[in-house]
């Protein structure tokens, strides 16, 4: 079939379009994602005031719509601040390794079907590989230095741990969000984004792949550092985390990489399990619905109901404390992953003979009940109980600096085993 034929990109259509179509592609990618942050970042601050029964910004701009841009370019002219004792090179180059990455990740993200553009046929994607998804791990995994190396060349203890703190998130969550990915490569038999999109023509695989959806949802919250898993940059506990010693641009591009990451994971979401730029039944009887440029409505909604998600979490729920976080990802989230991809694959084995309407009636059953388990799961490890209290010491009992299991300075009145007491006067003297 040719391409002109075809609403469905392949691997084939891509790279034989003329640089000054690639060249505007980039662009228009680039332009998409500045004004998401830009829509999103005033959306988030509407919706959080909304929420909290309050007004929001409402002063620039008719209903404070050009907030974010004033703010944007106020962050831009604001002195730039280097603190003294910081690694220079490394404290420079930090922001631009963390947003270069997340606008490089969106290069593979399919927003429509083959459209026309100035009489040439080309799908609205700037390109696609045959491991399309594995490169946006590989990619959205160097953006995740950007954020180690600006709490490393700091030279201060909050954004040391906030940037290791970020660290061990990424290695846990991320390990979760790719055994969530294998199960849309059994069932799609590619990695290529495109290719995904095209299996999804009959069922999209929210409805058959359910706990994998539920995985991933988690999972990018906690890759893009978003409330409750913001603990790289816990204001309650680190300051501001990794980035508390940038200011002006510096800081802004932190916050550029920040919603272009949360951008790049709701569209991948939508392109792996909400059927990409496809619109549900019964819309999609409509003729036309499915073709020429409209579908790129359809993914522009889909990946702004993941982005109000994220507005919602942030305005609902408390930040987790470390060790439930920790535990979430390891003990929970990447045992049940892995378990569910070996149940996928035993499933795709043993209905390979059977019709998709049978097929996908067992993945829907047996994706409930493991959605169910893994939710129960989830509430007991997130919504248990504080560790009781530590029993309050005797005044009178003998002072043990080691009772906690690690050496402890007395309080006044208390003294140490095999030593005296001693006045305030004799300690001056000495």
């Known amino acids: 079939m040719l391409a002109a034929d075809r609403e469905f990109p392949a691997l084939t259509d891509f790279g034989h379009d003329p640089w000054w179509l690639i060249l505007a592609k980039a662009i228009a990618i680039f332009a998409f994602l500045v004004l998401t942050v830009l829509v999103a970042i005033l959306a988030e601050r509407k919706v959080m005031a909304r929420m909290q029964q309050r007004l929001g ?133 590619t990695m290529s984004t495109s290719g995904i999109v095209a299996g999804q023509q009959s069922r999209w695989y929210v409805l058959v792949l359910l706990p994998s959806f539920v995985v991933y949802a988690i999972a990018m919250v906690g890759e893009t550092n978003r409330a409750p898993f913001d603990l790289p940059e816990a204001e309650g506990e680190l300051v501001g985390g990794f980035h508390t010693e940038y200011s002006s641009l510096k800081f802004a591009m932190f916050m550029l990489a920040e919603y272009i990451n949360m951008a790049t994971v709701s569209a991948l979401a939508t392109t792996l399990f909400l059927g990409g730029w496809q619109v549900m039944w019964p819309i999609s009887l409509i003729p036309g619905a499915n073709s020429g440029w409209v579908p790129l409505v359809w993914f522009v909604f889909k990946m702004w109901c993941f982005l109000f998600v994220f507005i919602w979490l942030r305005t609902t729920l408390p930040r987790l404390r470390y060790d439930q976080f920790m535990t979430l990802g390891w003990k929970v989230l990447i045992p049940f992953a892995l378990a569910w991809v070996m149940v996928v694959a035993v499933i795709v084995q043993a209905t390979r003979g059977l019709s998709g309407t049978v097929t996908g009636l067992i993945f829907g059953a047996v994706g409930i009940v493991a959605t169910a388990a893994l939710v129960a799961t989830i509430a007991r490890v997130v919504g248990g109980s504080a560790a009781p209290p530590p029993p309050t010491p005797d005044p009178a009992a003998p002072f043990d600096p080691m009772a906690g299991g690690f050496p402890v300075p007395p309080l006044p009145g208390q003294v140490v085993p095999g030593s005296r007491p001693h006045s305030i006067k004799e300690s001056t003297d000495a």
Do not use: C
């Open 57 to 189: 910004p409402n002063r620039v701009g008719p209903g404070g719509l050009l907030q974010s841009l004033v703010d944007g370019v106020k962050l831009a002219l604001k002195e730039g601040l280097t603190p003294a004792g910081v690694d220079r090179p490394l404290y420079l180059l930090a922001p631009v390794i963390a947003v270069v990455p997340a606008i490089m990740a969106f290069a593979v993200i399919p927003m429509g079907p083959m459209v026309s553009v100035f009489g040439h046929r080309t799908p609205l994607q700037l390109t696609d590989l045959p491991v399309a998804v594995l490169y946006v791990l590989a990619i959205t995994s160097i953006g995740v230095y950007g954020i180690v190396l600006a709490g490393w060349s700091s030279s201060s203890t909050y954004p040391l741990l906030g940037g290791l703190r970020s660290t061990a998130q990424v290695i846990s969550y991320e390990i979760a969000m790719g055994l969530g990915f294998a199960t849309v490569f059994l069932l799609s038999a």
